[in-house]
């Protein structure tokens, strides 16, 4: 299944660099231009929204709302066919959902776009304003496809107080826990509920409004050159015996001799499923109820359908349907064999994503627009309460808060990992830059350990170091070679540490010292002044920089001989200068060369 295009386009040349920049961050797929890149010709733009309106996604628009409006009102329908319209000014500044925002996700693109231009999203919608949750829209960061359902009726009911009735049958229950939910429940406080509109979470097809959570995997065997319709006739009947919802199929599982597979391959082409193949040792080690000789003979394991749709579904998954096999009727080809697998909780690696985000030093200021568009996606932000907090402000009622403790890096790496894995959007949040002793390389180690078919997207999002914010605050004392330790002897045993401060001194490298004193560890910072004093005069300045970006911060000048160790703490950066460092005007500055250096 081709997947629908995000159109950017302008009315006016200065609309370009704005959606130059909206491609090269991925908001949008292909800019429309006029022919000779400044002023479409008369109703040069209508025909282009003609042609591409019943096959886009959405379209980003850089211009007036009213003329955007009138361009586009010739092709409305449905709410339900609609592509979003996203309307923004050239420099960025507003973003505006006119068309969309709930059932075609131009609300979530419009906070992603200002995210990335550190814009505002303009949103005008009730329960926006309420701070309750869209119920016709959340479930999609979640890994969830919509369902069948009078969902005008259930949002125009809440809108009237009603108490929304919320089943939760199947997939990841945490939902229930987000404010927005709890401002609607109590907003309805004292109104009676509404039993004709109820919303229900299920894989199941049914009455109510329907979110499907990705929890079935269909497990699929069939013989060479068996035709495309015999497989859809098997998996559609072999849904409705069981009242399945099709939105609720994660994906496809088969073994590895049938990657190749004509059929196979459409069928997850049309409906857009992911294919999993595994290889005949791998579905020799998963236990089913029908084991089969003929197969075991074949392929070398004894089930391919139901060992498939066992180990696609993931830890803790059950068969939902046992093996059916379907034969070809009038001018088909071919026999397959069909099952289902059923997730513990719900199972998508292909659709989660895990957002690695340096979050910077505190200051909301200092977050970099990319780190502010990976939180406005996530729909789970994961991190130390601390760090959480000093981003609180940013976060929205759709978003849930996972609070981890300081010394539970690994558990919150495998928290954030698993939602990833059933389908969600997740943000693991580390102050200052992940990738600089954050939780990065702890959750890429876990992610690496998982079988490639079982990985989210993993992507690190940096953001402003200690380091770097220190040496802003000091002056200019990084113009050189320097480096970077930490202290610390919890993760790295500390006779480590001492030959790399030895190194350091050696080589002359101006040096930034991280987790430099607590007080359970408080002599290693003197032995490391200690060390760099063998390689560099005591008069080297040296920068103490405490809660950088936050209200108590605190910057200070000092040497390396008479470093007041007494002041320093697990909040203060430590950062000594090179023998070529030096202070005026109470700045601080490493000069880019060395004595006799010629700059070219």
Avoid at 99 to 122: C, D, K, M, T, W
Avoid at 220 to 231: D, K, P, V, Y
Avoid at 440 to 456: C, H, K, T, V, Y
């Amino acid at each position: 299944m081709t997947q629908p295009l995000r159109w950017g386009f302008g009315l006016s040349p200065d609309s370009l660099p704005v959606l130059q920049r909206l491609l090269s961050n991925g908001l949008i797929d292909r800019i429309a231009l006029p022919p000779s890149e400044q002023h479409w010709p008369a109703g040069s733009v209508a025909a282009f929204l003609s042609e591409e309106w019943g096959r886009s996604s959405a379209f980003v628009a850089v211009g007036a709302c009213g003329a955007i409006t009138r361009l586009i009102a010739p092709h409305l329908s449905d709410k339900d066919r609609d592509p979003a319209v996203v309307v923004l000014d050239p420099a960025g500044r507003f973003v505006v959902p006119v068309l969309g925002g709930h059932g075609a996700g131009g609300e979530a693109l419009a906070q992603a776009i200002a995210a990335s231009l550190a814009g505002e999203a303009v949103l005008t919608g009730s329960s926006q304003h309420r701070g309750q949750l869209a119920l016709d829209a959340f479930g999609r960061a979640w890994g969830w496809r919509r369902g069948n359902g009078d969902w005008d009726g259930l949002i125009k009911a809440t809108q009237r107080g009603a108490a929304p009735l919320c089943e939760h049958y199947q997939g990841q229950s945490l939902w229930q826990k987000l404010d927005g939910l709890q401002a609607l429940l109590n907003s309805s406080a004292g109104a009676d509920s509404d039993a004709a509109h109820r919303l229900v979470v299920d894989s199941r097809c049914g009455d109510g409004c329907r979110w499907h959570p990705p929890v079935l995997w269909l497990g699929i065997g069939c013989e060479r050159g068996t035709s495309l319709s015999l497989l859809e006739r098997a998996v559609a009947e072999t849904l409705q015996r069981q009242g399945l919802a099709a939105e609720a199929v994660a994906g496809l599982a088969s073994a590895t001799r049938k990657a190749d597979e004509p059929a196979l391959l459409q069928l997850a082409e049309r409906h857009g499923w992911p294919l999993r193949c595994f290889s005949s040792a791998a579905l020799a080690a998963v236990t089913v109820p029908n084991p089969s000789t003929v197969v075991l003979a074949e392929l070398g394991t004894a089930s391919v359908a139901e060992a498939a749709a066992l180990r696609a579904s993931g830890p803790g998954s059950r068969l939902l349907q046992e093996k059916h096999i379907e034969r070809a009727g009038a001018g088909e080809r071919g026999a397959a064999t069909i099952a289902i697998g059923a997730a513990a909780s719900q199972w998508a690696p292909q659709r989660g994503q895990l957002h690695l985000v340096g979050s910077g030093p505190g200051r909301l200021d200092l977050l970099t627009a990319d780190a502010r568009r990976a939180l406005s996606e996530s729909c789970v932000w994961v991190g130390y309460g601390l760090y959480l907090d000093l981003l609180e402000p940013l976060r929205r009622p759709d978003q849930l808060r996972r609070d981890g403790q300081l010394t539970q890096e690994r558990q919150r790496c495998q928290e954030a990992l698993a939602l990833a894995c059933q389908g969600l959007t997740v943000a693991l949040i580390s102050s200052g830059e992940s990738g600089i002793y954050g939780m990065a390389g702890l959750a890429l180690e876990q992610w690496q350990a998982l079988a490639e078919g079982d990985r989210p997207g993993f992507s690190v999002h940096p953001g402003i170091s200690a380091l770097q914010l220190a040496a802003a605050r000091a002056g200019a004392p990084l113009m050189h070679d320097f480096c970077t330790i930490s202290l610390s002897d919890r993760l790295t045993p500390w006779d480590v540490i001492e030959r790399r401060l030895c190194a350091a001194a050696a080589g002359d490298f101006v040096v930034a010292l991280y987790n430099p004193r607590s007080r359970g560890r408080d002599w290693q910072l003197g032995r490391a002044r200690e060390l760099l004093l063998a390689g560099r005069p005591g008069h080297t300045p040296v920068v103490l920089a405490r809660q950088l970006g936050r209200v108590d911060e605190a910057v200070s000048l000092s040497t390396l001989a008479d470093l007041p160790i007494e002041q320093v703490d697990m909040l203060t950066l430590v950062l000594v200068g090179n023998s070529t460092s030096r202070v005026s005007g109470g700045r601080m500055v490493t000069p880019r060369g060395y004595p006799g250096a010629e700059l070219s």
